[in-house]
């Protein structure tokens, strides 16, 4: 989508080893957010940001860390991967009385 | 915090039929309620949302969702759907305070629209 993209678009990567997805916007929004989409479970939120160096925690963080270093990156961390982490994440970024953007998409499998 | 349940989680209809796909939320605080549409090996779409105004919301693809706030709904509908329309519908809600964890986007589960010829 316009404005934002995710890198890379798709990863395979093996059980333990760290993996880092990064989400790039060019729309100096402050909120950014990372979302993992399974059968069955619809889109989760795991980590999100209210500006830079300011996360928080969603609804399913175990496993994962963040980073934002610069309004306009935010880097998703899986610090070990596992197989349940094979999933497709979704980056959004979101702006007062724009709404909700969201990129193409990463596809992981974790092996 | 907010939580979404849509009721469904796949619907098979034939083209030309109406449909409706079902979503009811919860929420302690003020919420704007959204649809996405997904289609297969594609992102998310924003179909419609719900901001204020209005409880009766369009699509520019014929579909329409309407607020109930009494029932904690925001069902989306179409009167005759395409075989184009295959695809899975997320409902998404978020507090209306912008900032802070109630103003994260919520998801549903889905539901999967799948129209027959």
């Known amino acids: 989508d316009a404005g934002i993209t995710q890198s890379p678009r798709h990863k395979v990567t093996e059980t333990g080893t760290p993996v880092t997805l990064r989400c790039h916007q060019t729309?100096?929004?402050?909120?950014m957010y990372w979302y993992r989409q399974d059968p069955g479970h619809g889109l989760r939120l795991i980590h999100y940001?209210?500006?830079?160096?300011?996360?928080d925690k969603g609804e399913v963080s175990d496993g994962y860390s963040v980073s934002r270093s610069k309004t306009e990156d935010f880097l998703l961390t899986l610090e070990s991967a596992t197989s349940s982490q094979t999933s497709v994440y979704f980056c959004?970024?979101?702006?007062?009385?724009?709404?909700?953007?969201f990129g193409s998409g990463t596809r992981l499998t974790v092996v | 915090a907010q939580s979404v349940t849509q009721l469904d989680s796949q619907v098979p209809v034939f083209e030309e039929a109406p449909v409706e796909l079902r979503c009811n939320y919860s929420?302690?605080?003020?919420?704007?309620l959204f649809w996405y549409v997904q289609y297969p090996n594609q992102g998310l779409q924003l179909l419609l949302k719900?901001?204020?105004?209005?409880?009766l919301v369009e699509s520019i693809n014929g579909f329409e969702a309407e607020f109930n706030k009494s029932q904690t709904s925001f069902h989306l509908r179409k009167p005759s759907v395409h075989i184009s329309d295959t695809a899975e519908y997320f409902c998404?809600?978020?507090?209306?305070?912008?900032?802070?964890?109630?103003?994260?986007?919520?998801f549903g589960k889905g539901t999967k629209l799948s129209v027959k010829p």
């Open positions: 940001s209210y500006g830079v160096k300011d996360t």
């Open positions: 719900y901001l204020s105004g209005s409880t």
């Open positions: 959004a970024i979101s702006g007062q009385l724009v709404g909700y953007t």
């Open positions: 729309e100096n929004h402050r909120y």
């Open positions: 929420s302690s605080v003020s919420v704007y």
């Open positions: 998404a809600v978020s507090g209306t305070n912008y900032g802070g964890s109630q103003g994260n986007l919520i």
